[in-house]
């Protein structure tokens, strides 16, 4: 288990962007991604972002070309730059980061409104 912080939610209106980052230590990390739990619904996957060499990263559909997923390893932070945002992108952001056999770790969470 390793600590995960998460912060820059807020509330914006429609079309506003914010910049969520998750502090954390990413060595030993094979992925890193960005979940997000909607009022009254299940936790859903965002993004994420492979930390074994490629960079690799993938979308849900309903935020492709609107969010960008990126890491930088020597600030030891995870960002999820969000742009164009709709009220269905609000809810509660958590970060994670899988560890293969070390399993994976979760932020407490960064909540995000979006006004329309």
């Known amino acids: 288990q390793v600590q995960l912080v998460e912060s820059g939610g807020g509330t914006v209106q429609t079309g506003g962007s914010l910049r969520l980052s998750c502090a954390g230590p990413t060595s030993g990390a094979y992925t890193m991604g960005w979940f997000r739990r909607p009022p009254g619904k299940e936790r859903e996957f965002v993004a994420a972002i492979s930390y074994l060499g490629s960079s690799n990263t993938g979308y849900a559909d309903s935020v492709k070309g609107r969010f960008t997923i990126s890491g930088d390893n020597a600030k030891n932070t995870l960002y999820l730059q969000m742009n164009s945002l709709k009220p269905e992108d609000t809810g509660v952001y958590y970060c994670?980061?899988?560890?293969?056999?070390?399993?994976?770790?979760w932020g407490q969470g960064t909540q995000v409104t979006v006004s329309s």
């Open positions: 994670n980061v899988y560890m293969g056999l070390y399993g994976d770790s």
